[in-house]
């Protein structure tokens, strides 16, 4: 099998490189959602008390995934701290990128959440601290499924949210029935798509490893995300993902939206319910499970003051901090990462969403299992995945413009993920 470096230098690189910062700055390197945003503000208190300046790198997802594993692969050294996630966090802790974490006993490690600490650790070493996590789930305008005439229920089936979008579908009003992501990236698109793969009984790989994306299950599914989105969803869908479909949504022109449950904390529009993720037949795995989570890259100069940002940053402290700040409050706090933001009253008060997505990230399973023999939810936990991912992705999209057939775009992804999985030497 070929190495994890070599893996991520034949990815393509992303933004220049950032300014070096002084010995006692920090660069930052997040990824641009809502949390993170927020956290610059906060963190202005941090730089107060420590006189430590943090410079921050905010970076589209995309952007982000390339510019930080192409610096951290060559040992570049742009960034003492990065945002990473689950994909990552234990690949790269084990092939000795980054740093293992060690807090004070005040941290509280244990309060992490199970799912979220395991899924950032490499044999019971925690390489990267959860901001914040989360799994997806369906959240709905009730108001228009109320005056349609149908009910949108958890776990229901994916032939049921097909007719709730299409009976909430009204272009001439600007709102549409379903807003899913379609711009390519392995954490873009393809991580709603391989729920719904998932949902239908496909995997990414066989019990061999080798890429199984011309089946049955990956053609029913694919074909019913593009008649989903083509009809029911927004023009331009395929360059769509998190934040542009947040900005759609808050500007009312979406029926639905099956997403990362950390976009409730972002809804502004009225009448907002939330539901368990859909599924064809096949309920494990129709939902996905993530961190963005802070990691150091192995050699960081400022590796110490790094620790020490990212065991404020990540606390019980921190949260609270959030929640009294002025501009922010009790419902803007980053949750799904420690079982005490649960707990607080004001938090339960603010945050309508919090039993639906505890309720989702308890149900997700990224254990290997007889259909998915390998770990992970919406990726596969192996270094040769967002290789793989990125090329199906750009292909998906193409059958989601119309540029492609979804038989052509599919065809094409085997041949690409069996070229990237023989060259990585699982088989020959």
Request: aromatic share 10%; with cysteine.
């Amino acid at each position: 099998m070929k190495s994890i470096r070599n893996t991520a230098l034949g990815l393509t690189m992303g933004l220049a490189a950032a300014t070096t910062a002084m010995a006692d700055d920090l660069t930052i390197a997040i990824v641009n959602n809502g949390h993170m945003i927020n956290m610059q503000k906060v963190a202005e208190a941090y730089t107060a008390e420590t006189g430590t300046k943090l410079n921050w790198v905010s970076l589209e997802e995309g952007v982000l995934r390339e510019q930080v594993t192409s610096d951290t692969a060559t040992g570049g050294g742009q960034y003492d701290i990065i945002n990473i996630g689950m994909q990552e966090a234990p690949i790269w802790g084990a092939a000795g990128w980054i740093e293992p974490l060690n807090f004070g006993a005040d941290y509280d490690v244990d309060d992490i959440l199970p799912a979220m600490r395991a899924g950032l650790s490499h044999e019971g070493t925690l390489y990267a601290a959860p901001f914040y996590g989360e799994s997806s789930m369906v959240m709905y305008r009730k108001d228009l499924t109320d005056a349609a005439g149908v009910v949108v229920r958890d776990n229901d089936s994916w032939a049921n949210i097909k007719g709730a979008a299409m009976a909430m579908h009204n272009p001439d009003k600007g709102v549409y029935g379903a807003c899913l992501r379609g711009k390519p990236g392995w954490g873009d698109n393809m991580a709603f798509v391989t729920t719904m793969v998932n949902s239908f009984g496909g995997a990414w790989f066989d019990a061999d490893m080798k890429p199984a994306l011309n089946s049955a299950a990956w053609n029913e599914a694919i074909n019913f995300y593009v008649d989903l989105l083509g009809n029911y969803g927004p023009p331009g869908s395929e360059g769509n993902s998190f934040n542009e479909i947040l900005a759609l949504y808050n500007e009312g022109k979406c029926g639905m939206w099956i997403d990362a449950t950390i976009a409730a904390s972002f809804l502004t529009v009225d009448g907002v319910a939330y539901a368990q993720s859909p599924n064809a037949g096949n309920a494990v795995g129709a939902n996905w499970l993530w961190a963005w989570a802070m990691a150091i890259p192995a050699g960081s100069p400022n590796a110490a003051e790094a620790q020490k940002f990212i065991e404020w940053a990540t606390s019980k402290e921190y949260v609270k901090a959030v929640g009294m700040h002025p501009d922010f409050g009790w419902g803007s706090v980053p949750t799904g990462q420690r079982a005490s933001t649960y707990a607080i009253p004001e938090f339960k008060a603010a945050a309508k969403f919090a039993a639906a997505e505890m309720a989702a990230i308890d149900s997700a399973a990224p254990a290997a299992t007889d259909v998915k023999p390998y770990v992970g939810v919406q990726f596969a936990a192996i270094p040769e995945f967002p290789e793989v991912g990125t090329a199906v992705a750009q292909e998906i999209a193409a059958a989601l413009s119309g540029a492609k057939t979804v038989e052509e775009a599919l065809a094409a992804s085997q041949a690409a993920a069996d070229a990237i999985m023989k060259e990585a030497g699982y088989y020959e």
